[in-house]
C-alpha cells in the first residue's frame, strides 16, 4: 500500500458520535476558498459559513477532507488575507464543543500551527482511519493515492518537503501569495469537463485504490475522498462502500454520517 497509508490498529482514531447516541458527523471537501476563478468569493465564503450554521444544530464533528483552500501558506506571522467569517466561525464551533478536522489537500498544505493553535481545529496531513459509531472510515483527501503521473508526483513531493516549505518563508509573503494563487488558478483552468467527469469503476483511480485497501484492510466499511470534484457513492462486495465528496464551489455536495448509515447531500 501507499506509504500515507495507516491502516495499523494503533492508529485507529476514535469518534465522540457512538451508535446509539445523537447526533451526526459531517464531511465536506475542496471549497477552493479564495480561488481566483470564483465570481464572488464574498458570496461563495458565506455560502459556506451558512451551511457550518446549518449543521451545527446536531453535528458531533465536522471533517474537512482537503482543499478547503485554495492556498494555504503560514508565514512565521503572517497567514493569508481574508476567511475571516470562515475561519471565526470554525472557532465559534469549536468553542462550542463541536470536533472539527482539518485534512490538507494538494492545495493546502502549508499550515503550520496557526489553524490548530488559533482556530482550534485538529490538523491531518496524511490519511487516517476513524472508528466512528459502528463503523470504521478510512478518509484522505486522495492526492498522491494510485496516481501513475510522475510530473504530478514530483510537483507533490517538492510541496510536501520539509525543507523546501521552510525555504520558501524567504519569499516576501505578497509574492508568495501571488504565485500561490496564479500557480492554483493555472491548476484549476487544466480541469477540462472531459477530466473532471467519472471515469468508471474500472478506471477511476481512487476506485482501484479502494478495492486494493478493502482487500488489505477487510475491517474498513467506508473509504472516503475529495479531491476529484465528482460526487459519488459507489458499494462494492461485501458491502463495502466508496464515497467521493464532490466539492463545495460548484456542486456544494457534502456526507452525511450518523455512526450506521453515510450519504451524500446538496446544500442549496
Same mark, same amino acid.
Given at each position: ?132 459509531? *459502528?463503523? @470504521?472510515?478510512?478518509?484522505?483527501? $486522495? +492526492? ?6 510522475? #510530473?504530478?508526483?514530483?510537483?507533490? %513531493? ?79 462486495? *461485501?458491502? @463495502?462502500?466508496?464515497?467521493?465528496? $464532490? +466539492? ?6 457534502? #456526507?452525511?454520517?450518523?455512526?450506521? %448509515? ?7
Amino acid at each position: 500500500m501507499d506509504e500515507n497509508t495507516y491502516n495499523q490498529p494503533n492508529d485507529v482514531l476514535k469518534s465522540p458520535l457512538r451508535g446509539d447516541s445523537e447526533g451526526r458527523v459531517y464531511f465536506i471537501s475542496d471549497a477552493h476558498l479564495g480561488s481566483r476563478i470564483v465570481e464572488n468569493p464574498r458570496a461563495h465564503e458565506k455560502k459556506i459559513v451558512d451551511w457550518l450554521d446549518m449543521v451545527k444544530a446536531d453535528a458531533k464533528a465536522i471533517y474537512m477532507v482537503g482543499d478547503m483552500f485554495d492556498f494555504w501558506y503560514e508565514y512565521k506571522t503572517v497567514v493569508p488575507k481574508g476567511y475571516v467569517r470562515f475561519l471565526g466561525k470554525l472557532a465559534e464551533l469549536v468553542d462550542s464543543g463541536i470536533e472539527i478536522r482539518f485534512f490538507t489537500g494538494n492545495h493546502d498544505i502549508w499550515t503550520f500551527g496557526y489553524l490548530e493553535n488559533e482556530v482550534g481545529l485538529i490538523v491531518h496531513r496524511k490519511p487516517q482511519v476513524f472508528e466512528i459509531g *459502528n463503523k @470504521k472510515l478510512f478518509v484522505a483527501h $486522495g +492526492d498522491g493515492l494510485a496516481v501513475d503521473d510522475k #510530473g504530478f508526483k514530483f510537483i507533490r %513531493n517538492i510541496f510536501h518537503n520539509r525543507t523546501c516549505q521552510k525555504l520558501f518563508r524567504f519569499v516576501p509573503p505578497q509574492i508568495g501569495q501571488g504565485f500561490g494563487y496564479t500557480w492554483s488558478r493555472k491548476n484549476r483552468e487544466k480541469l477540462t469537463p472531459e477530466k473532471k467527469e467519472y471515469k468508471g469503476e474500472a478506471k477511476e483511480p481512487l476506485i482501484i485504490y479502494a478495492k486494493k485497501y478493502f482487500a488489505e484492510c477487510p475491517d474498513i466499511d467506508f473509504v472516503v475522498f475529495g479531491h476529484r470534484h465528482i460526487q459519488l457513492d459507489l458499494q462494492l462486495a *461485501n458491502q @463495502k462502500r466508496v464515497i467521493i465528496l $464532490g +466539492d463545495f464551489v460548484s456542486l456544494f455536495t457534502y #456526507g452525511v454520517f450518523d455512526g450506521n %448509515n453515510f450519504w451524500l447531500e446538496n446544500f442549496i
